[in-house]
């Protein structure tokens, strides 16, 4: 396919909110170019608690109207994307001293009925004595609820909207950075860090932590936005679950901090939130792993210790800056900001559960008058035949369960590991076979991340397509990255050593 003269829309940014933007755009036939200067999704879009939320906590500072419309796009996504996505559960205790259990139980109901539920269950008291999961708490007479919401994987939720995007004729071009933009009246003329250039009718920034930076200095717009960059990080530990419930505890400084299980072997505990000046200060702290091991050694029975910390992360939230708010009480909903005189925008906040419905927003700006589509609209990998009325989820496991029958020689687990990854596109790549074993991944599937999802070097693969870095230990990471060429291993010295191979396939629970 040919490269047009003139783009109708130039995205910068290739997090959720840039590849939703170029997904909804593309569908609606407008010529799409997005530039992403790193890998895709390789920032805040990947770094995240993994969650699809109303945001339960929104509730004690009034933001029902987000909550409402995040509760509405968790059961859009869960249908959307049924390969990376599914319905998770969470135990939430109630501790004397904390948020009584009156209010506890008033929110919860508003959650359960502020928008339609269709893949989630309602909530229910427990009582943790009673629990399988109270057996992991140290406390197990508290009083307890238990709620719904979404896990996703968010790094692919990226890609599958870029795949889309590109399916309907966009260009994504990624490890290029945008220098320098100048309109000229009629079209901008965008000058790539490649020495290439594009030109476009309208440029949207989204650059996310970055995205002041480029209004003021690729853009050259003197009405940049002020953004609070708030960093958060996690930790990923030996598995605290002995079940398939996550927590959501209570802290005595009123945060929340969740436990979820994750990749199998492990739990995931997140998150902080702390000011930081700069994007690039990103870095999960001492302190802040600290902090995250006392959260949730105040509710746990086996208390965790530096040593079980296999891997941290961090990322940043670009949030709206509202003068006179803290960390916690800044609101996560969006705001579109135009560039007076020049046809751009930045896009300032948001977050992944309700990153569709804010490139609809951006679309209503750019292509006044053109037709919503997405909602109803099926990713990339989620596309598993489906019967009459039959939502995504359901679908996928009935799928996942023919495509393990009918390939009795391979491994299940593996099956499982590589259709919750790329969906559907796992069966071709069964068929075919999936050549050399390298360092615990196959030669097909780095080829596919590779040719069809933009994968340049090992990171991309073992910490973004995939979190097999968690897995398959040093001198499987080593392969992984002499494979792409590269002259040193992707090892990380807070991983843990190779896992023995019968745990190396991550399962959802189906």
């Not at 965008?190 to 002041?212: C, F, H, K, M, Q």
């Not at 739990?267 to 870095?283: H, Q």
């Amino acid at each position: 396919m040919s490269q047009p003269s003139v783009f109708d829309v130039l995205i910068i940014g290739g997090g959720i909110n840039g590849a939703g933007v170029a997904r909804d755009a593309a569908g609606r036939g407008l010529k799409v170019a997005l530039i992403e200067a790193g890998d895709l999704g390789g920032a805040t879009s990947s770094a995240s608690t993994k969650l699809i939320h109303g945001g339960l906590r929104y509730l004690e500072f009034y933001a029902f109207r987000l909550v409402q419309k995040a509760l509405a796009e968790r059961e859009v996504l869960l249908d959307a994307a049924p390969h990376i996505t599914w319905p998770q559960s969470f135990v939430l205790p109630q501790a004397k001293g904390m948020r009584p259990a009156w209010m506890l139980r008033a929110a919860l109901f508003l959650y359960d009925h502020l928008a339609r539920r269709k893949d989630v269950p309602g909530s229910s008291a427990s009582k943790l004595a009673q629990d399988r999961a109270g057996r992991a708490l140290a406390d197990k007479t508290a009083r307890a609820f238990r709620y719904w919401d979404g896990w996703i994987d968010d790094a692919r939720m990226v890609i599958a909207n870029c795949q889309d995007a590109a399916a309907r004729g966009a260009l994504i071009r990624t490890r290029t950075a945008a220098t320098a933009a100048r309109f000229d009246g009629d079209v901008w003329n965008v000058t790539l860090s490649d020495g290439t250039s594009l030109s476009a009718r309208y440029i949207v920034n989204a650059a996310g932590p970055w995205a002041e930076d480029v209004a003021r200095r690729v853009l050259g717009r003197n009405d940049a936005p002020a953004l609070k960059l708030v960093q958060g990080s996690h930790i990923i530990t030996k598995r605290v679950h002995l079940g398939r419930d996550a927590f959501m505890l209570q802290q005595p400084d009123g945060r929340i901090i969740f436990i979820i299980p994750y990749e199998r072997d492990f739990s995931l505990i997140g998150t902080t939130e702390r000011t930081i000046e700069r994007p690039e200060d990103v870095a999960a702290s001492e302190d802040e792993v600290a902090y995250l091991l006392a959260a949730a050694n105040r509710w746990i029975a086996r208390p965790l210790t530096e040593a079980d910390v296999v891997h941290r992360f961090a990322g940043v939230r670009p949030l709206v800056l509202e003068p006179g708010k803290d960390d916690r009480e800044t609101t996560r909903d969006w705001r579109l900001v135009p560039h007076d005189g020049v046809p751009a925008l930045t896009i300032i906040g948001g977050k992944i559960t309700t990153y569709r419905v804010l490139a609809e927003d951006v679309i209503a700006t750019i292509a006044k008058g053109s037709k919503r589509w997405t909602a109803g609209a099926i990713l990339p990998g989620g596309d598993v035949p489906r019967k009459r009325g039959e939502r995504g989820q359901a679908a996928f496991k009935r799928w996942l369960d023919t495509l393990i029958a009918s390939h009795e020689n391979y491994d299940p687990r593996l099956i499982r590991r590589l259709a919750m990854t790329i969906g559907t596109p796992a069966a071709p790549l069964l068929e075919a076979g999936l050549g050399r074993n390298i360092g615990g991944m196959w030669e097909a599937e780095l080829t596919h991340y590779r040719d069809h999802e933009w994968a340049t070097c090992s990171d991309d693969v073992l910490w973004r397509r995939t979190k097999m870095g968690l897995h398959i230990g040093q001198a499987g990471r080593a392969a992984v990255a002499e494979w792409f060429g590269e002259s040193n291993s992707a090892a990380q010295p807070e991983l843990q050593p190779e896992l023995p191979v019968a745990h190396r396939f991550a399962t959802r629970p189906l």
